[in-house]
C-alpha cells in the first residue's frame, strides 16, 4: 500500500494561494500596519525639514545620507523582525501552523509565504517614505539604484532571517513582540538608531557596524551617496542572513 | 503492506508530560476500511494517542505505522493520505469559508470540489463568512470537512459531533458513512454513546492511558452482560462517561 503513494509536496500553486491568504490576513488586520509604517514616516516627518537643507558630504544632504538610510532600515527591522514573527507565533499559539502540521504542507513554504507578504508591507513602507522624501522634501534617489537594491535585499533578507528566529523560539504572540521589540530596539540602539553609532563605546560602536541594523544603515547610505559599501556591513548582513536562516529552520516548531 | 497489514498499527506506545504519565500501553491495529472507534473519559489518553499516530507527538515508547507509513519518517507521504481533524485547532481567523476551503485543496493533488465539500457540512450559505463570524458548530463543520479535503484514506477525527445540533450530528453521520462505503479507514474518538454505536466497526476503550477492551459494539455490550453501549463503558472502566467528561 505504501508503494501507491507517489510523493507529493504542494507547490508554486499552493505558495500563491498561501500569499493570497496571508495577504488578505494583513489587509483586514490593519493595525499591526500602523507602526512599521506610521513610526518611521512621523520621523521622517519631523527631521527632513532641517536635514533636507544641511549638505554634509558631495553635494548630499544629511537626509540622504542619514536620515532616509535610518528609516528604510527601520521599516525593514519593523516589519521583518516585530511585525513577522508575532503573525507566527499567533499562529502557533491559536493552533492553525498544528492545524497545517497535518497537512502535505511544509513549514518551509508557510515561512516563504509570510516572508512574501512581508516584504510586499517592507516595499509599500519604503515606497512611501521614499516617496514623501522625494516629492516633499526634494531628495534626491541613490546614486546607483542597482547597489541600493541589491543592498536592499540583502537588508531584507537579515531582518527577516532574525525575524524567523524569533519566531522559531518564542513561545507566544506576546513574547514574540517582547523578543522582537527587545532585539530591535537592541540592533537599533547598537546601529545609530537613537543617534550616530560614534556617540556610543568604541568596541560597542564596531560591533554594531557588524550587526544587521548599523550595518545596512550604513550600507544603504553609501549606496544612496554613491561610494563604495564596505565589505564589512556585507559581510555582517549576509552572516545573519546564514546563521539566522540556518538555526530558524532546525528550530522551528508547529506548536 | 500488503491487503492483510492493518491500515492503523499502533504497537505498546507510552507517552507522559513531565510527570503526568498520557498513555500508559496502549496498542491498536485497525483494519482497512474499518470503522475503529475510541472511547474514553477525559485523561484517558485519547488525543493523545491519536496525536501520536498523526505524527504530532513523538511516542516516549513503541512503534506507530499508518498504510505503513512510519508518520514521521514518511510525514510528506503519509500526509497526503491522512485527513485529521483536530479538536482544537484552530483556523486563520480573518478567512472566508471559501478562501479557507481553496487554501487546503490547495495542499493536495486531487482534492475534492469545494462545491461538494461546502455541501457534505451544509455550509455552502455561509461560504462568503469570515471563520471567527461562524458559530461553534460552523467551525465544527468546516474542521471535518477540510479533514476530508484531499480524499484521505485515512481519516482521524476527534470529538466529530461535540457541540453540534442533531441535525448537524446527523449530516456528519451520513458523511462518515459515505467515508465507509468509499473504503476509507476511520479513528474516530468520541463522547456521544449513540454515535459510536452507529458508525464504528469495533470500539477501543481507554482508561487511564491503557486499552481495557477492543471488540465490537455488540461485544461490549455482550462482554459486559448490559443492555446499553453506556452501562458497558461504566462496567468496564469502573466509570461513567457522561459524568466523567
Known amino acids: 500500500m505504501t508503494t501507491a503513494i507517489t510523493p507529493h509536496r504542494p507547490g508554486v500553486r499552493a505558495l500563491l494561494v498561501l500569499v493570497g491568504c496571508e495577504a488578505r490576513m494583513v489587509v483586514r488586520d490593519t493595525a499591526g500596519l500602523v507602526v512599521p509604517l506610521g513610526l518611521p514616516l512621523l520621523i521622517l516627518l519631523t527631521s527632513a525639514g532641517s536635514a533636507g537643507n544641511q549638505v554634509v558630504a558631495d553635494g548630499r544632504t544629511a537626509l540622504e545620507v542619514y536620515v532616509l538610510p535610518l528609516v528604510v532600515t527601520m521599516v525593514v527591522a519593523m516589519i521583518g523582525i516585530i511585525n513577522m514573527p508575532s503573525f507566527l507565533a499567533y499562529y502557533r499559539r491559536s493552533g492553525i501552523l498544528r492545524r497545517l502540521a497535518v497537512t502535505p504542507l511544509s513549514p518551509a513554504l508557510v515561512l516563504a509565504a509570510q516572508a512574501i507578504v512581508s516584504v510586499a508591507q517592507t516595499l509599500v513602507g519604503i515606497t512611501v517614505a521614499a516617496g514623501v522624501a522625494v516629492l516633499v522634501f526634494d531628495a534626491r534617489p541613490p546614486a546607483d539604484v542597482a547597489v541600493a537594491l541589491g543592498v536592499l535585499a540583502l537588508t531584507m533578507a537579515a531582518m527577516y532571517a532574525i525575524g524567523m528566529l524569533v519566531a522559531a523560539v518564542a513561545p507566544t504572540p506576546n513574547s514574540a513582540v517582547a523578543l522582537g521589540l527587545v532585539t530591535f530596539f537592541l540592533l537599533g540602539a547598537l546601529g545609530g538608531m537613537f543617534g550616530g553609532r560614534q556617540a556610543l563605546p568604541d568596541p560597542l560602536a564596531d560591533l554594531g557596524g557588524w550587526l544587521p541594523f548599523g550595518a545596512a544603515v550604513q550600507a544603504i547610505s553609501s549606496a544612496w551617496t554613491g561610494s563604495a559599501v564596505g565589505g564589512a556591513h556585507l559581510l555582517g548582513l549576509g552572516a545573519t542572513v546564514l546563521v539566522g536562516t540556518l538555526v530558524a529552520g532546525l528550530l522551528f516548531r508547529w506548536e | ?245
Not at chain 2, 48 to 61: K, Q, S
Open chain 2, 1 to 245: 503492506m500488503t491487503s492483510s497489514e492493518p491500515a492503523v498499527l499502533a504497537e505498546n506506545l507510552a507517552k507522559s508530560y513531565r510527570h503526568i504519565q498520557a498513555v500508559a500501553q496502549v496498542s491498536l491495529r485497525v483494519a482497512p476500511g474499518e470503522t475503529m472507534g475510541i472511547l474514553g473519559t477525559n485523561g484517558a489518553g485519547k488525543t493523545t494517542t491519536i496525536e501520536m499516530i498523526a505524527g504530532l507527538r513523538v511516542p516516549d515508547r513503541g512503534r506507530v505505522r499508518v498504510l505503513g507509513l512510519d508518520p514521521r519518517r514518511d510525514r510528506a507521504r503519509l500526509r497526503q493520505v491522512l485527513g485529521v481533524q483536530l479538536q482544537d485547532a484552530y483556523l486563520h481567523h480573518a478567512l472566508r469559508v471559501s478562501e479557507l476551503v481553496e487554501l487546503y485543496r490547495s495542499f493536495y493533488p486531487d482534492p475534492r470540489p469545494a462545491d461538494e465539500l461546502l455541501e457534505l457540512v451544509d455550509l455552502t450559505r455561509q461560504r462568503r463568512t469570515i471563520f471567527e463570524k461562524l458559530s461553534g458548530g460552523q467551525k465544527q463543520r468546516l474542521s471535518i470537512a477540510l479533514a476530508l479535503v484531499g480524499r484521505p484514506r485515512v481519516a482521524i477525527l476527534d470529538e466529530l459531533t461535540t457541540g453540534l445540533d442533531p441535525a448537524a450530528r446527523r449530516r456528519m453521520w451520513t458523511a462518515i458513512e459515505q467515508l465507509r462505503s468509499e473504503g476509507v479507514t476511520v479513528l474516530l474518538v468520541s463522547h456521544a454513546m449513540e454515535e459510536v454505536d452507529r458508525l464504528c466497526d469495533r470500539v477501543a476503550v481507554l482508561d487511564a492511558g491503557r486499552v481495557v477492551a477492543v471488540d465490537t459494539p455488540a461485544g461490549l455490550r455482550a462482554r459486559a452482560g448490559t443492555d446499553t453501549l453506556d452501562d458497558a463503558f461504566v462496567t468496564l472502566t469502573g466509570k461513567d462517561l457522561e459524568e466523567a467528561t
